[in-house]
Nanobody, 124 residues
Framework: VQLQASGGGSVQAGGSLRLPCAAS????????VVWFRRVPGKEHEFVAS????????YYGNSLKGRFTISRDTAKNALNLQMNDLKPEDTAIYYC??????????????????WGQGTQFTVSS
């Protein structure tokens, strides 16, 4: 599966941003797809995931309510809508996928296919 994330840039605190991740070689409807983020020098942090074949979503600590993960099946893409952004949301954001759902969906070690990452900065 090939993944390509986009949508990075700069945004003011309190603003919103949507990150799309286009997929090819597999359907986002049936793949286990996820967003992680990473600040240089730190480990990947789980952001959100959506369970394949369902609309069940999972979010990292303190992100639910501000972040929303969804599929765009017409474009075969994964989206991350982020609202009320804070400076601590500044990071490189990665989309990733695997063929089958794992109970360890929050662990980056579970994913074999990764997008290249897209970076954005939230300024105060």
């Amino acid at each position: 599966v090939q993944l390509q994330a986009s949508g990075g840039g700069s945004v003011q605190a309190g603003g919103s941003l949507r990150l799309p991740c286009a997929a090819s070689g597999g359907s986002v409807r049936s793949l286990a797809v996820v967003w992680f983020r990473r600040v240089p020098g730190k480990e990947h942090e789980f952001v959100a995931s959506i369970r394949p074949g369902t609309s069940t979503t999972y979010y990292g600590n303190s992100l639910k309510g501000r972040f929303t993960i969804s599929r765009d099946t017409a474009k075969n893409a994964l989206n991350l809508q982020m609202n009320d952004l804070k400076p601590e949301d500044t990071a490189i954001y990665y989309c990733a996928a695997r063929r089958f759902w794992s109970v360890l969906y929050h662990s980056p070690d579970q994913y074999s296919d990764w997008g290249q990452g897209t970076q954005f900065t939230v300024s105060s």
